[in-house]
């Protein structure tokens, strides 16, 4: 149904960091939220989902900027290995350079 499904995913450090700094959380708090979410599917996971070929490619979220996402998700686009059946749209290369 997809040509790719990608997970974003932040360490716990990362994460717990984040909810501190720009939620406001308490560190117990965040660190509770996350801990929840690690039985959900593609949190806890992660790898097994990568390897059954449910998830085609993992992008680390463990920057700073949003710049520092958006070229890990560059480098996914121009990838062929992130896509299903090792293909990369035609139309993704075209974008990257217009």
Known sequence: ???AVWLVRASS?????RLVEKRGMAKEDALNRL???LSR???????EELEG???TAVIENEGRTTSDL??????????????????C??????????
């Open 1 to 3: 149904m997809f040509d």
């Open 13 to 17: 450090d990362t994460s717990c960091e």
């Open 35 to 37: 801990n929840a979410q």
């Open 41 to 47: 599917r593609g949190i806890g996971n992660w790898k």
């Open 53 to 55: 070929g449910a998830v």
């Open 70 to 87: 958006w070229d890990n998700m560059k480098q996914c686009l121009e990838d062929p290995k992130c896509w299903k059946n090792d293909r």
């Open 89 to 98: 749209p035609p139309q993704i290369g075209e974008l990257l350079e217009g």
